[in-house]
T-cell receptor, first 113, second 111 residues
Framework: DSGVTQTPKHLITATGQRVTLRCSPRSGDLSVYWYQQSLDQGLQFLIQYYNGEERAKGNILERFSAQQFPDLHSELNLSSLELGDSALYFC????????????FGPGTRLTVT | GQQVMQIPQYQHVQEGEDFTTYCNSSTTLSNIQWYKQRPGGHPVFLIQLVKSGEVKKQKRLTFQFGEAKKNSSLHITATQTTDVGTYFCAGKDGATNKLIFGTGTLLAVQP
């Protein structure tokens, strides 16, 4: 158990819909990262927050957005869902901004039908 | 943009054989991390290398960071069935500070 929690574990929704994935980092960690893992794309970095502020952006679509709240939990919002958005979404946390190991949550499996 | 490639994509070995996965970046890295993901699980941090030419060992696992800080390798001696999983390298680009995960190597170990 990494100490990072993610909800829900599984999510099945239809194309065009909007969903919110939630992540609680390890106690004491200020950085939160979001990743998308699909079979053909590997592990893709989406976005990083540090203490409520956006710090780095990866290959995140405009239909996706995220935020980190004052209690440090984070949410990833996915809208206008497409079939290709079906994937495993991981949240990870680390103590600081740079050069720190990341602890991954168990992931949320999103299926868009 | 920065790319981090790993080879091989897949390796099947007999238990007891050695295994090596290689990680190559198109840009110089400030550090490199290695993660292991068991089937159905999430990535778990193994180690971080920071210095040019650095070598670190964890029991049967040996990690190396290249002199030019553009490549890295993970070598497992005498594989065991518990080594099964996908091994990812993750390089932090020195210019952008983004951590880019490699494509991963799936290791299968036959008892």
């Amino acid at each position: 158990d990494s100490g990072v929690t993610q909800t829900p574990k599984h999510l099945i929704t239809a194309t065009g819909q909007r969903v919110t994935l939630r992540c609680s980092p390890r106690s004491g960690d200020l950085s939160v990262y979001w990743y998308q893992q699909s079979l053909d794309q590997g592990l893709q970095f989406l976005i990083q927050y540090y203490n409520g502020e956006e710090r780095a952006k990866g290959n995140i679509l405009e239909r996706f957005s995220a935020q980190q709240f004052p209690d440090l939990h984070s949410e990833l919002n996915l809208s206008s869902l497409e079939l290709g958005d079906s994937a495993l979404y991981f949240c990870a946390s680390s103590v600081g901004i740079q050069n720190y190991e990341q602890y991954f949550g168990p992931g949320t499996r999103l299926t868009v039908t | 943009g920065q790319q981090v490639m790993q080879i091989p994509q897949y390796q099947h070995v007999q238990e007891g054989e050695d295994f090596t996965t290689y990680c190559n970046s198109s840009t110089t890295l400030s550090n490199i991390q290695w993660y292991k993901q068991r089937p159905g699980g999430h990535p778990v941090f193994l180690i971080q290398l920071v210095k040019s030419g650095e070598v670190k060992k964890q029991k049967r696992l040996t990690f190396q960071f290249g002199e030019a800080k553009k490549n890295s390798s993970l070598h497992i001696t005498a594989t065991q069935t518990t080594d099964v999983g996908t091994y990812f390298c993750a390089g932090k680009d020195g210019a952008t500070n983004k951590l880019i995960f490699g494509t991963g190597t799936l290791l299968a170990v036959q008892p």
